[in-house]
Every structure is written in C-alpha cells, then in structure tokens.
C-alpha cells in the first residue's frame, strides 16, 4: 500500500511553467509505475505522463515536449515539470501509483488562464 500527496497545483497564464510534486509514503522504486493523470471538467480522467521502473516513460500526445515527468528515488517523490502551459491543460491532476494495486493522490488543481 502506498498514499500519494500532490502539491505545486495553482492559478497560471499560458505559456507559464508549473511544476507539481508528488510524495511517496514509501520508498518509489519499490513501485511498479509512477505517473500523472489529469480530470478536466466534464471529461474522463486522462494520461498525462507515467513512468515505469522498467522501460521507458509515456506521454500524452498533447504534452509530449512540453511535459516532464522525473522521480527522486532518495527523496520518495515524483515530479511533473509542465512549461507551455495552455488553458487545455486544466485540470485536476493526480499522481498514480500501482503495486499489487492502483493508488491515487487526492488531486491537486491546475488552471491555465488564457
């Protein structure tokens, strides 16, 4: 079992940069993947960005090349550098774990203003 807490979510013009931050409550390279996902109102919750312990990441279309997802195995945390930002990318957006089981943070909100 593991529970994910985001922070770094907030209010920001497009073309800004935001970075989230995601905690472990144990340690991540234990955790089969790590990742990102993201719920736009009225939409279902999408893929944004996954990281597996083994092979390579993934990206949505939509953000690849403008998203980064990176983990700090020392610190228990994974990260989501987004520059370019686009008021298409608000959303609520969740860190996601899986071992033995799916695991989500409780979200944190992201607002692109045009």
Do not use: H
């Amino acid at each position: 079992q593991v529970q994910l807490e985001e922070s770094g979510g907030g209010l920001v013009q497009a073309g800004k940069s935001l970075r989230l931050s995601c905690a472990a409550s144990r340690d991540i390279f234990t955790l089969n993947i790590v990742g990102w996902y993201r719920q736009a109102p009225g939409k279902q919750r999408e893929l944004v960005a996954t990281s597996p312990n083994v092979g390579n990441t993934e990206y949505a279309p939509s953000v690849k090349g403008r998203f980064t997802i990176s983990r700090d195995n020392a610190k228990n945390m994974v990260y989501l550098q987004m520059n370019s930002l686009e008021p298409e990318d608000t959303g609520v957006y969740y860190c996601y774990a899986r071992i033995f089981g799916e695991y989500w943070g409780q979200g944190t909100q992201v607002t692109v203003s045009s």
